[in-house]
């Protein structure tokens, strides 16, 4: 039978490697993901998106969530969305949004987003995405920044873009072709070259050869 000074010394390298696989895997914290801003045209349904991730799975008896709207950073924040462990996400009735508000995300899958509908010029500002996941300490916290635009800007005539890369592209390769060639012909003529003083060398260290063809000639 074991001691329980002997089962702590066996029990400390398991800890100390499950210690080593957390550090390991990168999962340090719980952490919210959203967009900086989102351009959204008036009259319209946008989807404003938020996402966390976390070393542990979402536990409805201690998940903390909640949505709030700032007109301006000198502004009190409005709540208009919160999370129950009962009913879920629920959508606060506000003189501001009304029922324009509604859940888009899937809690399984750590998504919070939200959907707002006839976009207005007044829905402009600063929607915060509030979570906190136990035993996560430290909460996270996802600033979205809201335009309204009247109008969409016109689309890109793609017809120039391409032209244009096809003419770089083709004086690209051009050139390219040019560079090799130049090349092939000096290193053909450095051949040339090289052969050439070879023979001389050759004939040089040959005289006797070169009087013998002397002689020969009629």
């Not at 329980?4 to 999962?27: K, N």
Request: net charge negative; hydrophobic share 40%.
């Amino acid at each position: 039978m074991s001691s329980p000074a002997q089962e702590r010394s066996s029990a400390a390298p398991l800890l100390s490697a499950v210690l080593l696989l957390v550090s390991l895997s990168g999962c340090a914290s719980m952490e919210v993901l959203v967009p900086s801003f989102i351009n959204a045209l008036n009259g319209t349904t946008v989807k404003i998106p938020c996402t966390f991730t976390s070393c542990y799975k979402m536990d409805v008896n201690t998940f903390i969530m909640n949505w709030t709207y700032q007109e301006t950073l000198n502004d009190t924040k409005e709540m208009f969305m919160i999370f129950y462990k009962r009913k879920g996400m629920v959508t606060l009735r506000t003189e501001r949004f009304g029922e324009r508000v509604m859940f888009a995300g899937n809690l399984d899958k750590n998504d919070l987003s939200i959907k707002l509908s006839d976009i207005q010029v007044e829905d402009v500002g600063t929607y915060n995405c509030y979570v906190m996941n136990s035993p996560d300490r430290t909460p996270g916290y996802g600033p979205i920044q809201l335009n309204v635009v009247t109008e969409l800007p016109p689309p890109r005539d793609s017809t120039i873009a391409v032209a244009i890369g096809a003419s770089v592209g083709g004086a690209l390769a051009l050139l390219i072709l040019s560079m090799v060639v130049l090349k092939c012909l000096r290193r053909h003529q450095k051949q040339e070259l090289i052969s050439e003083e070879k023979m001389e060398e050759e004939v040089k260290l040959d005289p006797e050869g070169v009087a013998e063809e002397g002689t020969k000639q009629p």
